[in-house]
C-alpha cells in the first residue's frame, strides 16, 4: 500500500506526461485519473490507521491578576508588535516613526503600571522577543506566568523558559530551600545561572552559600559564569569566598575573582595591589612644578598572577606599562592622596606625568573609579565639559568618558553632556548620550536640537547624524515637540550646500516631532486619560484617532 501512494506522488511530481500513474492510461484523461486514484488511496490509508489514545490535554492556562491594559493602550500594543521595519535606500527613512524602536520603552512604562498583557497579543510579544534578545526582560516580565505556560507548547518559545528574567515566579522561593536546593543540584545550567542571579538580589549571602557547596565540581566556564553573578550584591562578606577562588586552576576564574576584591576597597587584595602600586608613582619636588614619576614593575611575579595581574600583554602593549596598569587600576583611589601629599582627586589629575606616562596612569585611575564607583574621582578625570581638548584631563576614549559619566547622578550626567555638546557639538557625543537617563533633562534636550539646528544650517546631509537623531525620537522629552514646530519647513539652502538636505533634514524633523507626540499618546493612553469613550476609533502611527 505505501509502495502505490509512493507511485502516485512521484507521478503528481513529476507530471503524468512523463509518468504514468498504476492503473491510469496514458493521455489526456491521465490527470484526472491521478486525483481519483489519490483519493481512494487516502481513504484506504486513514482506514488503516490504528486508534491511539487520545494525547493528554494541557493544563490550563495561570490566572493573572494584574489589571488589564486601558483599550487604548492595548490597540496600540497591537500596533507596535504589528510593525515590521522595512529598508530604505540611500540613507533615506521617511517622516513615519520606527513603531518597533518604540515598544520598548512601552513595555518599560506598562510594566511600571502594573498592567498585564492582553492574551490575544502573547503570541506576537513572543515572536518579537524572540527576535530582539534586548526586549526580553520587559517583554517576559509584561507577558506575565502565562508566557512560560505557552513557551512550554511551542519550541519557538523555549527561550523563555531559558531566561524567565522578571519571572521568578518559575524559581522556588528564597525561603523554599528544599526546593532551591533541589533546583540547584538538578536544574539545568541556564536555570541554575537564573536562580543564583536571582538570589543574590533576595539574599547574597545564600546565593554564596549553595555556590560554595557546588564549587569543588563545577566545570570551569561555569565556574566562571556563576562567579560573575556575585557581581550582583557584592560585599565584604563575600570576601573569604574571592580568596579562595584565587587559587583557582582556570585563568579567566581568578581575573574574575581578583576583579570582583578589587571592586571592594577594603579586602585584603586591594591593599596587596596598593602596596605594589604606590611603590611605582612618586613626586619629583626638584621641578618647577612638581611632577609625578613613574616606575612601572620590572617583573611579574607569582603573588602578582595569583591576585589577578595577566603575565602577557595584548599585541602592541609593552609588559611593564601593562603590568603597572592593572596594579593602579586594582587601588583603592582613597590611597592615592595619602601617597601624593594629601592633594585632592582633582589636583593630583592636574599633575604633569614624566616621560609620556600619562596615558597609562590617568587611564588606569578611569577604570579604577569606574570599578570603584567613585563620582569624586570620576569628576576629576572627566575634568570640565568645555574644556578645549576633547578629552578632557583625565579619559583616555569617547568610550571610557561614558563609563565616568554612568557613575555620576541623572542631573549631574545630562548636565555634563549638554556642555559637551555645546562646545564640541554632536560628532563626537553619541556614546554620551547613550548613558543619559531618558527621557533627556530640559538642558540636555536643548542642547541636542540647537546642535541638531546648527548642522542643518551648514547645509550637510543628516545622515550623518541619524544615529543622535534616533537616539532623539527615543529619549527627547515629548514636551520638545513644540520647540520643533519651526524646524518642519524645508530652509533656504547655502550656495555651498548639499544639494535637497534641506528637503531631507525637513523629512527627519518631521519623524522626530512625529514620533514625540507619538510618545506622548503612548503615555496618556497608559495613564488611562485617553478613555475608549472619547476614542471616536483607532489610533494612528501619530498618535491621532482614525474615524471609524
Known amino acids: 500500500m505505501n509502495a502505490d501512494w509512493e507511485e502516485l506522488v512521484t507521478s503528481a511530481l513529476l507530471g503524468t506526461d512523463r509518468r504514468t500513474p498504476p492503473g491510469c492510461a496514458p493521455g489526456p484523461e491521465a490527470p484526472l485519473a491521478l486525483l481519483d486514484a489519490a483519493a481512494l488511496a487516502t481513504v484506504r490509508r486513514r482506514a488503516g490507521l490504528r486508534p491511539a489514545p487520545a494525547a493528554e490535554r494541557p493544563a490550563p492556562a495561570p490566572e493573572d491578576r494584574r489589571p488589564p491594559l486601558p483599550a487604548a493602550a492595548a490597540r496600540r500594543l497591537a500596533?507596535?508588535?504589528?510593525?515590521?521595519?522595512?529598508?530604505?535606500?540611500?540613507?533615506?527613512?521617511?517622516?513615519?516613526?520606527?513603531?518597533?524602536?518604540?515598544?520598548?520603552?512601552?513595555?518599560?512604562?506598562?510594566?511600571?503600571?502594573?498592567?498585564?498583557?492582553?492574551?490575544?497579543?502573547?503570541?506576537?510579544?513572543?515572536?518579537?522577543?524572540?527576535?530582539?534578545?534586548?526586549?526580553?526582560?520587559?517583554?517576559?516580565?509584561?507577558?506575565?506566568?502565562?508566557?512560560?505556560w505557552l513557551a512550554r507548547l511551542n519550541p519557538d518559545w523555549r527561550f523563555a523558559l531559558r531566561a524567565a528574567p522578571g519571572g521568578d515566579a518559575a524559581l522556588p522561593r528564597p525561603e523554599e530551600t528544599d526546593k532551591v536546593r533541589r533546583l540547584w543540584q538538578e536544574g539545568l545550567f541556564a536555570e541554575r545561572v537564573t536562580l543564583l542571579t536571582s538570589l543574590r538580589g533576595h539574599d547574597p549571602a545564600m546565593a554564596r552559600e549553595l555556590l560554595a557547596s557546588t564549587w569543588g565540581t563545577e566545570r570551569a566556564e561555569d565556574r566562571l559564569m556563576f562567579l560573575d553573578s556575585l557581581r550582583t550584591g557584592l560585599g565584604a562578606g563575600d570576601e573569604p569566598f574571592l580568596e579562595q577562588a584565587l587559587g583557582d586552576r582556570s585563568r579567566n576564574v581568578r581575573a574574575t575573582a581578583a576583579e570582583l576584591l578589587s571592586a571592594l576597597p577594603g579586602s585584603a587584595l586591594a591593599a596587596r595591589m596598593a602596596a605594589r602600586a604606590l611603590t611605582c608613582v612618586s613626586v619629583d619636588r626638584s621641578q618647577v612644578t612638581p611632577t609625578l614619576v613613574v616606575e612601572a614593575p620590572h617583573e611579574c611575579d607569582a603573588a602578582m598572577e595569583r591576585d589577578g595581574v595577566v603575565p602577557k600583554p595584548p599585541a602592541g602593549r609593552g609588559e611593564r606599562s601593562w603590568w603597572f596598569g592593572q596594579l593602579v587600576e586594582a587601588t583603592p583611589l582613597g590611597t592615592w592622596s595619602g601617597r601624593l601629599g594629601g592633594r585632592t582627586p582633582e589636583e593630583i589629575v592636574a599633575l604633569p606625568v614624566a616621560d609620556d606616562w600619562q596615558g597609562e596612569l590617568h587611564g588606569?585611575?578611569?577604570?579604577?573609579?569606574?570599578?570603584?564607583?567613585?563620582?569624586?574621582?570620576?569628576?576629576?578625570?572627566?575634568?570640565?565639559?568645555?574644556?578645549?581638548?576633547?578629552?578632557?584631563?583625565?579619559?583616555?576614549?569617547?568610550?571610557?568618558?561614558?563609563?565616568?559619566?554612568?557613575?555620576?547622578?541623572?542631573?549631574?550626567?545630562?548636565?555634563?553632556?549638554?556642555?559637551?555638546i555645546a562646545t564640541h557639538g554632536l560628532s563626537e557625543a553619541f556614546q554620551l548620550l547613550g548613558v543619559c537617563a531618558v527621557p533627556w533633562a530640559a538642558p540636555l534636550g536643548g542642547a541636542v536640537v540647537d546642535a541638531l539646528n546648527i548642522a542643518r544650517d551648514a547645509g550637510n546631509y543628516p545622515w550623518s547624524f541619524s544615529g543622535v537623531m534616533g537616539l532623539?525620537?527615543?529619549?527627547?522629552?515629548?514636551?520638545?515637540?513644540?520647540?520643533?514646530?519651526?524646524?518642519?519647513?524645508?530652509?533656504?539652502?547655502?550656495?555651498?550646500?548639499?544639494?535637497?538636505?534641506?528637503?531631507?533634514?525637513?523629512?527627519?524633523?518631521?519623524?522626530?516631532?512625529?514620533?514625540?507626540?507619538?510618545?506622548?499618546?503612548?503615555?496618556?493612553?497608559?495613564?488611562?486619560?485617553?478613555?475608549?469613550?472619547?476614542?471616536?476609533?483607532?489610533?494612528?502611527?501619530?498618535?491621532?484617532?482614525?474615524?471609524?
Do not use: H
Not at 106 to 129: I, S, V
Not at 498 to 527: C, D, H, I, K
Not at 529 to 539: E, I, L, N
Open 79 to 148: 500596533m507596535l508588535l504589528a510593525d515590521r521595519p522595512g529598508t530604505s535606500g540611500g540613507g533615506r527613512r521617511g517622516t513615519a516613526p520606527d513603531l518597533m524602536e518604540l515598544l520598548p520603552q512601552w513595555l518599560a512604562t506598562a510594566n511600571a503600571r502594573g498592567f498585564a498583557a492582553p492574551p490575544e497579543t502573547l503570541p506576537a510579544l513572543l515572536d518579537a522577543a524572540r527576535g530582539r534578545t534586548d526586549l526580553r526582560p520587559a517583554a517576559l516580565a509584561f507577558a506575565g506566568p502565562r508566557a512560560l
Open 364 to 420: 588606569a585611575w578611569c577604570r579604577a573609579a569606574v570599578r570603584q564607583r567613585d563620582a569624586v574621582w570620576a569628576r576629576a578625570l572627566l575634568g570640565l565639559p568645555t574644556a578645549p581638548e576633547a578629552g578632557g584631563p583625565g579619559a583616555v576614549s569617547l568610550a571610557e568618558r561614558a563609563k565616568l559619566l554612568g557613575t555620576l547622578g541623572a542631573g549631574e550626567r545630562a548636565e555634563w553632556v549638554a556642555g559637551f
Open 472 to 548: 532623539a525620537e527615543r529619549c527627547l522629552d515629548p514636551s520638545e515637540a513644540s520647540r520643533l514646530d519651526g524646524l518642519l519647513a524645508i530652509p533656504d539652502e547655502p550656495e555651498d550646500a548639499s544639494p535637497g538636505a534641506g528637503g531631507y533634514w525637513a523629512e527627519a524633523f518631521q519623524r522626530l516631532v512625529t514620533t514625540l507626540r507619538l510618545r506622548a499618546a503612548m503615555t496618556e493612553e497608559l495613564n488611562g486619560t485617553v478613555d475608549s469613550a472619547d476614542s471616536p476609533g483607532p489610533v494612528d502611527a501619530t498618535g491621532r484617532a482614525e474615524p471609524r
